[in-house]
């Protein structure tokens, strides 16, 4: 991989939230008046806290971090890409979530998050766990549009639809919680088959998306998701050594170009939509490798509990491992990322990508 790292190395100049904001103030052009989100864990800000699963992050010490140290349910220390990036757009500093009960429609106006921990593109994966699928996530954003008319108008409320900002991430849990743990579809797709088949629920997605009024849409890839503490971990019993499943991040990269396919024949079939490819893989992977460079001290283990394996309720406030400052680390537990590192992502994400929303 070091070739490739050479080649995507990226730069710490970036274009700061706070400065987007500034330029937004001064020309008053916010060409974007909501956030409106889909996917998993990786962005999701509380819709689990409301349904019957195992899989919650509403305790501490999740979100010690978060305004006010609350733990919100996202599966973080502090706020995600998609709270950074509703700010740097002007909106508020976080997308709430839908399914909260503390909000309602004066707060989605602006923002609206659907995702569900846990879930994928793939139904099966969202049934390992019983989360929410995405079709549902769907569903629930067919009932926010109705909400939204009701609230603002026909009118007002079609514009927010039109020029909303909707941002999807999710596909790491189809492969690592579904396909490589589960056997129903190993046996029936080879790995390569299974992109394909994904990439198909992905492209439906965003057309029905399409359909209900989004333009502006963002596709999120997988990370390297075989340096995630827990696959090191996995890797590491396995007798492989404490390093990353290379295979999972060929799998991410391979997925991650054929989505980099789908984006380019959207946006030449659907007529005045604007369809981006978020793809952070390489600065993420540069991160990991060398996180002393970014001023993090460890990216092999993770900040809460024993930062091996533990998420969800192995990772609560109980734990005497967990580390005093979550800055310091890469990844907050054994599967996500931490505030500060979501936050360097994010800020690239911006420059480099989302820059065309604005």
Not at 181 to 210: C, H, P, W
Not at 270 to 280: D, E, F, Q, Y
Request: hydrophobic share 40%; net charge positive.
């Amino acid at each position: 991989m070091g070739h490739r790292q050479q080649k995507y190395r990226f730069s710490l100049i970036i274009v700061p939230s706070v400065f987007l904001m500034m330029v937004l103030m001064v020309d008053g052009s916010n060409k974007v008046p909501a956030i409106i989100v889909f996917g998993d864990s990786s962005v999701d800000s509380g819709n689990n806290n409301q349904i019957s699963t195992v899989l919650k992050s509403n305790f501490e010490p999740y979100g010690r971090d978060f305004y006010g140290g609350r733990p919100t349910g996202r599966f973080c220390n502090g706020r995600m890409s998609t709270d950074f990036i509703s700010e740097a757009f002007g909106l508020r500093p976080f997308v709430p979530a839908y399914l909260d009960p503390g909000y309602n429609i004066t707060d989605f106006a602006q923002g609206v998050n659907f995702a569900s921990a846990g879930t994928g593109y793939d139904n099966a994966t969202s049934d390992v766990l019983n989360v929410i699928p995405l079709w549902k996530e769907v569903e629930y954003f067919k009932e926010y549009q109705k909400k939204l008319k009701a609230y603002v108008g026909d009118k007002k409320a079609t514009n927010i639809i039109n020029q909303a900002l909707y941002i999807t991430s999710m596909g790491t849990n189809d492969f690592l919680e579904n396909y490589y743990t589960m056997n129903d579809r190993r046996s029936q797709y080879t790995i390569d088959q299974f992109k394909v088949f994904l990439l198909g629920i992905a492209e439906n997605f965003v057309k029905e998306l399409y359909g209900l009024g989004a333009r502006k849409i963002v596709l999120t890839g997988l990370p390297p998701m075989g340096c995630l503490p827990l696959e090191r971990t996995t890797n590491y019993f396995g007798g492989n050594g404490d390093v990353c499943m290379e295979s999972y991040n060929n799998v991410a990269l391979s997925f991650n170009a054929k989505l980099g396919v789908l984006v380019k024949k959207l946006n030449g079939e659907l007529p005045g939509a604007k369809v981006v490819l978020s793809n952070p893989y390489f600065a993420f992977l540069q991160i990991i490798k060398k996180p002393s460079a970014f001023g993090f001290e460890t990216s092999a283990t993770a900040c809460c509990a024993s930062g091996m394996f533990e998420m969800g309720y192995l990772c609560d406030r109980l734990n005497p491992f967990t580390c005093t400052d979550a800055n310091k680390y890469v990844f907050w537990d054994s599967f996500h990322p931490t505030e500060r590192t979501n936050k360097l992502l994010t800020d690239y994400v911006l420059k480099r990508v989302l820059n065309v929303f604005f």
